[in-house]
Structure formats: C-alpha cells, structure tokens
C-alpha cells in the first residue's frame, strides 16, 4: 500500500494533464474502539463487486479524473497497521474533497466489514 506509487500511477492517466489536486486518506487501526474500549488489532473483508461499483460511480462525478483504493483484508492487524488507503485525483478542490468524502463514506458504510478483537 505505497501512496507514492499509486499517485505516480494516477500521474500516468491518459488526461493526467487535467489533474490539479491528489487527495488521499489513510485509515490507520486504532487503539480504542468507538464505545472506547481497548482494542489489540482488527481484520477487515471487502466486496469488491461492491467497491469496484462506487469507484465506477465516482469517477462519472464532475473534475474526477481517477480513483484508487486499496486495502488490507482477511489477516490480522495490528494497532497503527495501514487498513486503507484512497486516492482521488482531479481537477480543483471543489471536486475532489467532496468526491474522497462520499468514496470514503460508501466503502465504510457497504463494502468493508471490520472485526474488532478486543483487549
């Protein structure tokens, strides 16, 4: 899950020339659960018919010129482990903010299913 290498992939896209902005995010385990409680790691499972259907969606969204998503799935992780990282890139801010947060939102919300192990 290298950042470097998928802007560098995004930078190679056939209309690369258009791109004025490369958001990521990286979703990193954390110590406590959202109730608070302590947590020792986590393991993630995805769709990816699912997740391959929200970037397709995204990507029709005005200024986006491409979407990547990466994540770690179906083995341990352990606190402050990488769990996903996303990228999208496009033309201004006005478009690229809002299509990380509704990308993000929808691969939380319906195509990863985390498993908290709790200490």
Known sequence: MALN????????HPDADR????????GIVRGSSRD???????SVSVDHRQLE?????????PGIIDIRVETVENR??????EIMRLVVAGDTRANVI?????????????VTHKT???I
């Not at 290498?5 to 190679?12: Q, V």
């Not at 608070?36 to 986590?42: A, D, F, I, N």
């Not at 341990?76 to 482990?81: E, S």
């Not at 809002?98 to 319906?110: F, G, Q, S």
């Open 5 to 12: 290498e998928m802007i560098n992939e995004i930078k190679r």
């Open 76 to 81: 341990p992780l352990a606190v402050g482990d």
């Open 98 to 110: 809002p299509a990380l947060e509704r990308t993000l939102n929808a691969v939380k919300e319906t």
């Open 116 to 118: 908290e192990q709790f």
């Open 19 to 26: 791109i004025g902005m490369i958001l990521s995010h990286t």
């Open 53 to 61: 259907q929200i970037i397709e969606r995204e990507k029709r969204s």
């Open 36 to 42: 608070g409680r302590s947590v020792s790691g986590l």
